[in-house]
């Protein structure tokens, strides 16, 4: 079983949508939680970071961790054509969430339509 | 803008040639990692190093080798290329010491191997 599932998509969804992106996990030492956004032909960069459980809000992004539930989610509020990309999220036993101490999901590829 | 660049974008090669992917960094970051993605599946750390004269191994098993003789220079060989080979490549590098200092990522080396 690996230890990190995320739904592949893709996913498509009119402009204006509110987009919800999910992971759930099965090692319960995860503490450390990220979002990755990837856009075509290029690297990922990290787009949210949070610690334990709770939500964090970035502009349209609101990152969700419910650590009873193992279960993440990333949120996008009036979603954009410039939202189209892959969303990998990933996380950390560690304070040092390092590349080599994190473990990523498949990544959900998300279009949105004009 | 990114710092950390890949060469080259893609390369098609035949079965048996020795190939070198280049990545370099101008962030002066001393841990450098390889990860390899294919579509559908997770990032998977193949190498990783952090500083000069050190590499390790990541959780993938991989054929290939890295080095690491100047900072900002991590490259990756592989002695005789195969159709297994066949992926994409990404290159990143983190800050050392900054327990929060998130992945940055190169555009990634598209290898096919025929």
């Known amino acids: 079983q690996k230890e990190v599932e995320q739904d592949p998509g893709p996913l498509s969804v009119p402009e204006g949508a509110i987009v919800s992106l999910n992971c759930t996990y099965s090692n319960s030492a995860f503490q450390y939680f990220m979002w990755y956004r990837q856009y075509s032909r290029k690297g990922p960069e990290l787009l949210m970071y949070?610690?334990?459980?709770g939500n964090k809000e970035d502009g349209r992004f609101t990152a969700q961790v419910d650590k009873s539930s193992k279960y993440i989610s990333l949120f996008i509020r009036d979603s954009q054509p410039s939202d189209s990309a892959t969303y990998l999220c990933?996380?950390?036993?560690?304070?040092?969430?390092?590349?080599?101490?994190?473990?990523f999901g498949e990544g959900t590829q998300l279009t949105v339509n004009p | 803008e990114a710092d950390i660049y890949q060469t080259p974008r893609y390369l098609v090669i035949g079965t048996g040639k020795k190939i070198t992917l280049e990545c370099s960094q101008t962030m002066g970051h001393d841990k450098m990692y390889w990860y390899q993605q294919d579509p559908g599946m997770e990032l998977h750390l193949i190498h990783y190093s952090y500083g000069v004269n050190s590499t390790e191994k990541g959780d993938l098993s991989s054929e290939s080798t890295v080095s690491r003789i100047r900072t900002e220079h991590f490259p990756l060989t592989l002695e005789s290329a195969r159709p297994s080979h066949t992926s994409q490549y990404l290159c990143?590098?983190?800050?050392?010491?900054?327990?929060?200092?998130?992945?940055?990522f190169g555009n990634g080396t598209r290898l096919t191997v025929t």
């Open positions: 990933a996380m950390s036993t560690s304070r040092e969430t390092s590349g080599s101490r994190l473990t």
């Open positions: 990143a590098s983190s800050e050392y010491g900054n327990y929060n200092s998130p992945l940055h």
């Open positions: 949070t610690y334990s459980s």
